[in-house]
């Protein structure tokens, strides 16, 4: 699912400063139905390192899943 979600999926936010390294989190829907964040980033050009993945939660997120409530981002 994960895979899935990374391969067909969007991304929503970038995080160049984050302390693991440059990641962004991805939207990705490997059910039809059911949301998928995954947080990832670059272990080089070949391969991703994959930090967590999570089903977003309505009372963070906006009904599209990549606008997190109160921010309008």
Known sequence: MIERAIETGTLIELYPSDPRGPSCLILGHPLEDRPLH?????????????????????????????TRKGTGN
């Open 38 to 66: 995954v947080v990832c980033g670059r272990l080089d050009e070949d391969e991703i390192l994959i930090i967590t993945a999570y089903e977003p939660s309505a009372a963070e997120w906006e009904s599209d899943w990549r």
